[in-house]
């Protein structure tokens, strides 16, 4: 993995190869990094942080819960992992449900039978949860850590005043279809996400996917939701149904190799809205 120089202290990988884009922060005296993707893939991103800065890794910051942002959190258990107070309860609880031992050991040979391609991913996979966690924001040596909701009701963004940049997390995919299928997503919460990103002193952003943006893309997606929203308001007070609403033909922001995804997020905007 090669991390690029997106300002003068804010490296970053964006190649979507391996999951979520990373990055990390240099501080005064230490260096955070942002997201963890799954375990191969952070071994990678923690061997590649040396080669660009020169200060200690201090702290892991995670954006959101979904497992290509902290399934790599077990490469970095020696640091203080930093997430929303949602995301740790919600870790807390996977460990209980779905990443129980037994529940884990069965979505682990999915993977290798399904996927053995990106085995390397996944293998020896350990959930680890964060140990520092906060509800509104956080902040270390002027970096800034502001939950939002939006994708998930733990999605937060990262944002490096002097430097002008902005990690996004998942409120922002860029050149593909934004995912909004998780159970806490909240598109009124999404837009206003938006809007406050438009009124901050931002040059460069990193998304959770595809290639570095600015607030155009922010602007840009921000009308395609609006508009989204006044359809979706229409059709309900037509009272179309939840099927029909959600395989409805809107306006396109990106086209998407995962149609079934697509519809799983406008059900969920759909559940959202509805009276």
């Known amino acids: 993995m090669k991390l690029h120089k997106v300002s003068s202290r804010v490296h970053a990988n964006w190649d979507g190869e391996t999951g979520g884009n990373v990055g990390v922060i240099e501080l005064s005296d230490s260096a955070v990094a942002v997201d963890a993707q799954y375990p191969g893939s952070a071994r990678k991103f923690r061997a590649a942080i040396p080669k660009v800065i020169s ?110 940049t902005l990690f996004a997390g998942d409120l922002l995919f860029v050149g593909m279809f934004p995912w909004a299928g998780d159970p806490t997503a909240n598109p009124d919460h999404w837009i206003d996400a938006f809007q406050d990103m438009l009124k901050m002193d931002i040059e460069t952003i990193i998304p959770g996917h595809g290639p570095l943006c600015d607030l155009d893309e922010v602007e840009r997606q921000l009308s395609w939701m609006k508009e989204v929203r006044w359809v979706m308001q229409g059709l309900i007070q037509d009272g179309e149904t939840e099927d029909v609403i959600a395989s409805y033909n809107y306006r396109v922001l990106y086209p998407t190799d995962h149609p079934e995804w697509q519809k799983k997020s406008y059900a969920r905007w759909y559940n959202v809205w509805k009276p």
């Open 55 to 164: 200060q200690p890794l201090s702290h892991l910051l995670l954006t959101h819960i979904h497992g290509d942002h902290v399934f790599g959190n077990m490469v970095f258990n020696d640091l203080e992992i930093v997430g929303h107070r949602r995301l740790w309860e919600k870790m807390e609880q996977g460990l209980k449900k779905e990443w129980s031992p037994n529940s884990l050991e069965k979505m682990l040979e999915t993977y290798r039978t399904d996927a053995p391609e990106r085995w390397w991913l996944f293998e020896g996979l350990e959930i680890v949860v964060p140990t520092i966690t906060f509800t509104d924001s956080w902040e270390m040596d002027g970096v800034q850590f502001t939950n939002h909701g939006g994708h998930s009701d733990c999605s937060s963004t990262v944002y490096v005043p002097e430097d002008r």
